[in-house]
T-cell receptor, first 116, second 112 residues
């Protein structure tokens, strides 16, 4: 596609439910990132995928969070047993790079998650 | 620890002013630096990308500079307009790390 696409744009869920957030990166981009932006806070790194390499999961806040990237393209971020502190905007970005250091990032519009 | 700081946190100026946003970082092993704009409720839009070998980049009314030795970057906005109102974020890519480290942003309001 022309840009990074994320869905859903908004998700309201009850505490304890599982949610899945989807990211479709720019075609051909090998690197994919998930960040979280809480109200009034900066961007918090969650996870990074690069090609077929093992993902960098160092930013995931707990074992309730997981992510996968199928076929080197679409990625799904899953949050199990959601808590109110999970409420945030989840941003996905992709980059055309094969190097160890990040290239120019292009972001999607984000998925706003509200946990009641 | 690699940290990125942005000053000021908020800025309000009348239309037409030239202004400077500041970004500082603690590690000189910088690979690149990227400036973004974020409108309320939206994602981030890339404005300028500066590689470590460059000193500045320009796009229209925007000019970003990079001084690795002092750990600073500035974003200069010329002849500001109300449409420039947004939050501006800088993000630093360091060597041998996968991720950009983001500052907390400068919230800019340009009033007519």
């Amino acid at each position: 596609g022309a840009g990074v696409s994320q869905s859903p744009s908004n998700k309201v869920t009850e505490k304890g439910k599982d949610v899945e957030l989807r990211c479709d990166p720019i075609s051909g981009h090998t690197a994919l990132y998930w960040y979280r932006q809480s109200l009034g806070q900066g961007l918090e790194f969650l996870i990074y995928f690069q090609g077929n390499s093992a993902p960098d999961k160092s930013g995931l806040p707990s074992d309730r969070f997981s992510a996968e990237r199928t076929g080197g393209s679409v990625s799904t971020l899953t949050i199990q047993r959601t808590q109110q502190e999970d409420s945030a905007v989840y941003l996905c970005a992709s980059s055309l790079t094969a190097r160890r250091s990040p290239g120019e990032l292009f972001f999607g519009e984000g998925s706003r998650l509200t946990v009641l | 620890k690699q940290e990125v700081t942005q000053i000021p946190a908020a800025l309000s100026v009348p239309e037409g002013e030239n202004l400077v946003l500041n970004c500082s970082f603690t590690d000189s092993a910088i690979y690149n630096l990227q400036w973004f704009r974020q409108d309320p409720g939206k994602g981030l839009t890339s404005l300028l990308l500066i590689q470590s070998s460059q000193r500045e980049q320009t796009s229209g009314r925007l000019n970003a500079s990079l001084d690795k030795s002092s750990g600073r970057s500035t974003l200069y906005i010329a002849a500001s307009q109300p449409g420039d109102s947004a939050t501006y974020l800088c993000a630093v890519g360091f060597y041998n790390t996968d991720k950009l480290i983001f500052g907390t942003g400068t919230r800019l309001q340009v009033f007519p």
